[in-house]
Each structure stands twice: as C-alpha cells, then as structure tokens.
C-alpha cells in the first residue's frame, strides 16, 4: 500500500522504536512514514553517545540524511547540524559512528538491507551521490516567484539524474504570509527543522512532519516571528505548483490543529491536544523556539529510560 497522507503530525509525539531497523542497530526510530509495498521510509533515528555502525557496510537502497542534533562521522567526513548527505545504493559506508551521539532525519527510498551482492565494477551510481553539503557553510539563494509570499531562500541539497526528484531546505522569513490555496503534481515532503509554520491544519512547529499526496490544494501557509527552516523533498519528479488565484485565504495566526492522518498516528497525536484542537504550545512557545530556548534544544531528546 502506498504511502497515506500524513498532514501533519509532530515528531516529539511518537514512540521511540529500538529495533526499527536491523541495519542501524543500537540506534531508536520514530517511523514518520512508510510504503508497504516498498518498504521505503522516513524516519528520526537517534543514535546514543559511543554508537558505531557495521564496518564496510552496504546497503540494498539510496539514503540521505540531514543531521539534527549531535555529530555523525562516515569514511572520515564529520557531519553536524544542517548537514546533508546522500548514499546511492550499494554504496560503501567503510565506518559509520556517532562518538558523541547524534539525531538524523533519514530517508530510505526501499527497505535498508545490508548487501554484499553488488556490481564491482561500478558498485553504485556516482551520480547520484551528494558526499556532504553544509547548509551552515555554504551560500543559500533568494527566490522570486511571483505567486510566492517574498523574502524566502532555498538551498539546494540534491536533484535526482533520472527522475529529476529533488531535496532542499527552504528558509521563510519572520511574519511572512501565503496569499493562495496550492497544489503539485507530485508528493510534497516536508520537516520543519526550526521555526514555525501556520496553515489552515494546525501550528507546525520544529519537528512537524507531512507527506503529501498528488494534486491536493493545501495552504496557504505563514511564518510568525520565528521564521522557519524546513526540509523539503519532492517524490515522483520535479515539484510543480499550482496556485488558485481565485480564492484569497485570509491569513490565521491562531489555527486550530485538525490533521490528517492514519489512524495508529491519530490516536497518539490525540494523546497532546485539546478537545477543540488546541496544541499544546502557545504564542510564548513560539518566542522561546526563536529565541534558541531550551524547549527547542529539548526536542529531540531520547528519553531518560531510552526507547517505548
């Protein structure tokens, strides 16, 4: 079964799962989305202080990662906070560890296994590798689109050679707001890493997830104070949007949380917000996450007692 719409749930509101995945053991997941058919997955994967992975590992599906929180090192190269990588299929992780522990949003585009069946003359695809980009480091672009709210940039993380699918984080500017309702033509994938995010479903904060099917018109969306940083991913081509300049929706600083989502994820997200939809952050909330708080700091944070 494909994947359902999840629309959106935040992070900090899900279980920890210890044996998730076979080939990160030691580490704890919360699942955000999956393909039954394919096995293809996103997840937050915690790894603990000391944690190594298997040494000259390959695994059977491309992977990317953007780091969180902590520090994650592969072959060598020492990956921190707004980093990005992408292993292509079959390609050679020699060491993978995680000396001081580290919080990594990870995609698998097909159930990670560990392999050792592979071509050796050409054991992944170069071309699709993205060794490391630094968002902290390298420059971001400004955007300007007509139909889009002003001040935002984009960084570009990777563009698939065959399906023209891209990643990238998108930065809204403080009290920027959406004007119109939109749609692609393709998934829309997205976390929002810091910052706030409000649209007509509810107030996404850092940690907020969605996975968005083909052709539905969502927003518009707005960013309050904090301004926000999001990771983006397009699934199934290039994004496209599409804007319905016919209905102007006025912008609501205050929205109710009404997601859409399985029924497994709604049971636990009704575990934290209110009978009318109220979530359990306030205005104030808002202000301590812009202002680099411990609140935000805490988000990520594994449980003293370690996995549920």
């Known amino acids: 079964m494909p994947r359902p719409q999840v629309e959106f749930v935040q992070t900090q509101w899900l279980d920890w799962d210890a044996s998730r995945f076979d080939v990160r053991a030691g ?3 919360k699942v955000l989305s999956e393909d039954d058919d394919t096995g293809a997955a996103t997840a937050v994967i915690a790894y603990p202080p000391g944690w190594q992975g298997t040494p000259h590992e390959r695994l ?12 994650l090192q592969v072959n060598g190269v020492d990956y921190e906070y707004l980093s990005y990588g992408r292993f292509p299929a079959g390609y050679l992780r020699e060491t993978m560890s995680a000396p001081a522990g580290a919080v990594v949003l990870t995609f698998f585009d097909r159930a990670p296994q560990a392999t050792t069946d592979y071509n050796r003359q050409r054991p992944f695809d ?8 630094d968002a902290q480091v390298e420059p971001w672009r400004r955007l300007h689109k007509p139909d889009m709210a002003p001040g935002a940039k984009r960084f570009d993380l990777k563009e698939d050679p065959d399906t023209g699918e891209a990643t990238w984080l998108l930065a809204g500017p403080p009290v920027r707001k959406g004007r119109f309702p939109e749609r692609h033509p393709v998934v829309e994938e997205t976390f929002i ?3 706030w995010s409000m649209s ?4 996404m904060g850092p940690g907020a997830y969605f996975w968005r099917p083909p052709d539905i018109w969502h927003g518009p969306f707005c960013t309050p104070q904090s301004g926000k940083i999001g990771l ?11 804007y319905d300049r016919s209905r102007v929706i006025p912008v609501d600083w205050h929205p109710r949380y009404q997601p859409v989502l399985p029924d497994a994820m709604a049971q636990a997200a009704a575990r934290f917000i209110g009978p009318a939809g109220e979530a359990p952050y306030s205005e104030a909330d808002v202000l301590h996450v812009a202002s680099g708080g411990q609140w935000a700091a805490a988000t990520w944070s594994v449980p003293a007692g370690g996995a549920q």
């Open 60 to 71: 059977t599906c491309d992977e990317e990662f953007l780091l969180l929180e902590g520090g």
């Open 126 to 133: 170069p071309r699709k590798l993205v060794t490391k980009r």
């Open 232 to 242: 983006v991913r397009s699934v199934g081509g290039p994004l496209s949007t599409e």
């Open 193 to 195: 890493v810091e910052g």
């Open 27 to 29: 580490a704890v997941a």
């Open 200 to 203: 007509p479903l509810g107030p």
